[in-house]
């Protein structure tokens, strides 16, 4: 039984923990050696430094989480897979890793992939090399959690840690066929997630299924004194809120979500679900969230203008990699041209121009008025559906260097996500088929904010009359 | 009348004497070990968040009320981006659109009377590192990063370098009032940059302005500010145009250097803070920290001239510190009797030269009002002199004794009794016949000539008063 606990869940290994039937160590070694196998082809960790670190950062108790590489984990490496963190290793734990540790369970000894700095749809912008997609190691898992998501798909992880600023745990998460939550703003801590956009940044569970979804929720949620922007409000128990009837429920279909760009595979499978959900006894209406169009540009305005800003920091000056140089201002100029991928600097150039004298109006104040009508778009929803559903992506997963040299087409690849991250509310993408190819195709719930508990009710109800949580790619 | 007018504005960075820093925990005491007052929130460590100390916003807004400015309902904090070394952030969270208040004022003292100065602005913001320079090498020292600062812009409403002294001194007495810095330039806890232009007299449109930085003491903003009119006016007699300019005092040399023109202008590229959620402050939060500002500076001379008889400008001199002010009303309330004449002038004489020898203020003396009021009990009752009782209090700063310790040990008591008098008198009289024969024969001069002598025979412990009496007495029987 012990090689095969790597492709349990968590809530199944977490009953067997508490039968005593096994001990942590045996879900250890089943998850290393299943890395050991199966990584080489996915990429889904970074590689372990050669010398191991002192200290008790990662003692295996309860059910080990795989942790995205842009959270801080005390005494371990935490480099956003980028040059320019080279080495850094945090003097404290982000304030998750603690609640996880809290919880009796652990981090994996290995941090998960990512676009550098979680700039990216693929997962492609690594120092590390791109991660592949389980289903078809020619394909991108998606990004920027997409080492999370492909190790999860994989058997690799039981459950993981991904940070979302535009999509970055829902696309993946569609991409590979496993469960992906974005919280609301505010629900879980940001204290120790290294920041893309801190408005729009939050951390959130990569799991088998929704069942797992609301446990690690359980544990991550919650108020933090040290993060002025989480929110003091009591955190439900969110398992409690599985097996709720759906009968009734009222859920919206934004017609915008629907128009040229959405694949027809894509399409057909969201038509399917929509299908099943109302044999169930939920109601769907069609309604429009009328500036939709708007999300993506108004998205890399405001996200690029906080990206430019929190990346000052990384100057060669107190931490990771330094260029030599004797003159301070060609060091700092060395060190970041070195440091940084291209994508980064992109983003940092556009960012800055957006914030510049004479320009900010027109682009960033502009944009964060945009961004109030998109949220008012979903308020008012809100006010008269439970939820709103949606494809997560427009598309199943592309190929490795598809999209590569053309930044547009792959920030459209966010297209369904951003809105969620520019109005703060919770929202998660399920599988809910495959594509001919087989592709997984994924499902997007979007609910009014700290309602993840009427996500996760209609998230079950779908997963609990469908199979397709059960499918797991053929990588051996 | 000057050819030229100077219009001058100044921008005062304060620390504010919280126990902590402004968005983490770390001790915001001065002179302890380079980075041993760090953690990796002040330190801007990667996937830190700032969490407001909200003892910050307390503070603040009772330097703004003191200072008559509107304070803000709505106010947030803003990121202000630029590279330095001594920022671990590379950006300094600041105010900058939506500041914690504006449109003050503060009143200052000229040659032609009280003036106003209005204040644009009071707001928040942190301080950044201290670079240290060695030959090879810069250090940096974080432990002064994210200790609050105020900034406190004025108008341009200075005309003269002594009114910007004057105003950095009415600023400085009004924060000690307030008790929420020590205002120590030598630290670096009150910092001062200027802006300053000429326009001839009468001109109403603005010169070229140029920003002065690097002055380590008021005196240091007033010299470089003397130093930068007579420059710019001897440019503009030569028909130069000048540019707008950063320059540096140069302290040792006493003249200004240029460092960096408009063209080096930065774009600081301010947007909102998304790690601090911006804040209401309620009316009712502004009373009650108006209900708790002390008496200040103004209320208290105008108090002291009613109340106590003083002086205006010996009511002045009194409340330009307020720890002598304190002491002084103590001694005042706790002095007996309805006039209180006796102590004011103690204050304003001796005690204030004592004080001005010593280079200390008057509360920096340390001496008791217990002990004063004794020392001033055998004045009035006649016991020592006056002259005995000045160097009586130069004893008691020195030695910390009690006055009645001091005049016993030093036999100080006067000589008040006539028999012992007479003793004395005697012997006087008996030396000095001529003056006897002079005061005989109508010369009045000659009674104070032998009282003066009856004083240095008995040391000065003999009562003048008594004294003259008894020899006008004896000499006119």
């Given at each position: 039984m012990n090689k095969k606990l790597y492709s349990l869940s968590a809530h199944e290994l977490d009953e067997s923990l508490k039968n005593n039937a096994i001990k942590s160590e045996d879900i250890c070694s089943a998850l290393e050696s299943r890395i050991k196998e199966l990584d080489p082809k996915v990429n889904a960790y970074l590689k372990r430094p050669k010398e191991p670190l002192s200290g008790d950062a990662f003692v295996s108790t309860g059910i080990p989480v795989a942790i995205k590489d842009n959270i801080c984990t005390k005494g371990f490496y935490t480099q956003c897979c980028s040059r320019i963190l080279e080495g850094f290793i945090p003097p404290y734990d982000a304030t998750v890793i603690k609640k996880i540790k809290e919880s009796g369970h652990s981090c994996l000894k290995f941090k998960t992939n990512m676009d550098e700095f979680a700039f990216g749809s693929s997962t492609e912008n690594s120092f590390s090399g791109p991660t592949r997609n389980p289903w078809n190691l020619s394909c991108v898992p998606g990004g920027s959690s997409g080492g999370s998501a492909a190790a999860v798909a994989s058997d690799e992880a039981i459950w993981a840690l991904g940070s979302d600023t535009g999509g970055s745990i829902r696309q993946p998460a569609s991409f590979c066929g496993v469960v992906g939550l974005k919280p609301t703003y505010g629900r879980v801590s940001r204290f120790g997630l290294i920041a893309f956009a801190s408005s729009l940044d939050q951390i959130g569970p990569i799991t088998k299924d929704i069942y797992d979804s609301a446990l690690l929720m359980n544990i991550i949620s919650g108020y933090d004194p040290n993060d002025s922007t989480s929110i003091n409000l009591p955190v439900p128990?969110?398992?409690?809120?599985?097996?709720?009837?759906?009968?009734?429920f009222k859920v919206g279909i934004p017609k915008e979500y629907f128009v040229e760009g959405l694949d027809p595979e894509v399409k057909a499978s969201v038509e399917e679900a929509i299908n099943s959900l109302r044999k169930l006894g939920v109601d769907f209406k069609e309604v429009s969230l009328r500036h939709t169009e708007y999300a993506v540009p108004v998205y890399y305005i405001i996200a690029t203008a906080e990206a430019s800003s929190n990346l000052a920091r990384f100057d060669g000056v107190q931490y990771g990699f330094r260029s030599k140089d004797v003159n301070l201002i060609d060091m700092y100029k060395k060190t970041r041209g070195e440091g940084f991928g291209e994508e980064a600097k992109r983003r940092i150039i556009l960012g800055t121009f957006a914030l510049s004298h004479g320009y900010y109006d027109a682009y960033y104040l502009r944009a964060l008025k945009v961004r109030t009508l998109i949220k008012e778009d979903f308020d008012s929803l809100f006010k008269e559906f439970d939820c709103i559903l949606t494809p997560t992506a427009p598309t199943a997963a592309f190929k490795v260097g598809e999209k590569v040299n053309d930044p547009l087409k792959m920030y459209l690849s966010d297209i369904y996500t951003i809105s969620a991250n520019l109005a703060g509310i919770p929202g998660i993408s399920l599988p809910c088929g495959l594509t001919k190819h087989g592709m997984p195709i994924g499902l997007q719930i979007l609910a009014r904010h700290f309602e993840e508990e009427k996500i996760f009710s209609l998230a079950y109800a779908f997963e609990q009359n469908t199979e397709w949580h059960k499918l797991k790619p053929k990588l051996t | 009348m000057p050819k030229y007018e100077a219009v001058i504005g100044l921008e005062v960075h304060l620390h504010l004497s919280t126990r902590t820093k402004a968005f983490c925990g770390c001790s915001t005491e001065?002179?302890?070990?380079?980075?041993?007052?760090?953690?990796p929130v002040c330190l801007g460590l990667p996937g830190s968040l700032p969490v407001f100390n909200r003892t910050v916003l307390d503070y603040a807004i009772k330097v703004a009320l003191a200072l008559n400015c509107k304070v803000q309902e709505y106010t947030k904090f803003d990121r202000k981006n630029y590279f330095y070394p001594d920022l671990p952030k590379d950006y300094q969270i600041s105010q900058y659109d939506l500041p914690l208040s504006l449109d003050g004022f503060l009143n200052i003292d000229t040659d032609a009377g009280l003036k106003r100065i209005g204040i644009t602005r009071v707001h928040m913001e942190e301080d950044a590192g201290k670079l240290i320079h060695e030959d090879n090498a810069s250090l940096v020292d974080?432990?002064?990063?994210?200790v609050p600062l105020l900034e406190i812009v004025s108008q341009p409403d200075i005309s003269s370098p002594e009114e910007a002294y004057q105003y950095l001194s009415a600023l400085k007495t009004v924060i000690e009032y307030l008790d929420v810095s020590d205002c120590d330039m030598e630290k670096g806890s009150l910092r001062c940059d200027a802006n300053i232009s000429l326009r001839l007299q009468g001109e109403s449109s603005l010169g070229v302005k140029t920003e002065l930085k690097n002055m380590n003491s008021f005196k240091g903003v007033k010299d470089a500010l003397g130093y930068e009119i007579k420059r710019q006016s001897e440019l503009l007699e030569l028909g130069e145009i000048l540019m707008q300019e950063t320059r540096l005092w140069d302290v040792k040399e006493l003249k200004t250097v240029s460092m960096r023109t408009k063209e080096g202008a930065k774009d600081y590229r301010y947007f909102p803070e998304p790690d601090l959620p911006p804040f209401i402050i309620t009316a009712l939060k502004i009373e009650e920290i108006r209900r708790a500002i002390p008496e200040l500076p103004h209320e208290k001379i105008r108090r002291f001239v009613e109340f106590y008889g003083l002086l205006e400008s010996d009511a002045k001199v009194l409340a330009s510190s307020r720890k002598d002010a304190l002491f002084a009303e103590e001694c005042f309330n706790s002095y007996p009797g309805k006039d209180k004449k006796p102590i004011v002038n103690w204050f304003i004489g001796p005690l204030l030269a004592e004080a001005n020898n010593r280079n200390l203020s008057i509360s920096g003396l340390n001496i008791s009002s217990a002990h004063l009021l004794e020392l001033l009990g055998f004045l009035s009752r006649n016991e020592i002199s006056n002259l005995a009782a000045k160097a009586v209090l130069s004893d008691m700063i020195d030695t910390a004794k009690s006055p009645e310790e001091i005049i016993k040990s030093k036999n100080l008591i006067q000589i008040s009794d006539g028999g012992a008098l007479k003793e004395i008198m005697e012997e006087v009289i008996s030396e000095n016949q001529k003056s006897v024969a002079d005061y005989k024969s109508g010369k009045e001069n000659a009674l104070m000539f032998l009282v003066g002598q009856l004083m240095r025979k008995s040391q000065g412990k003999a009562n003048p008063k008594i004294a003259k009496e008894l020899l006008k007495e004896r000499l006119n029987a």
């Open positions: 128990n969110y398992t409690k809120a599985l097996g709720k009837d759906v009968k009734g | 001065f002179g302890k070990e380079a980075n041993s007052q760090t953690c974080f432990n002064r990063t994210g």
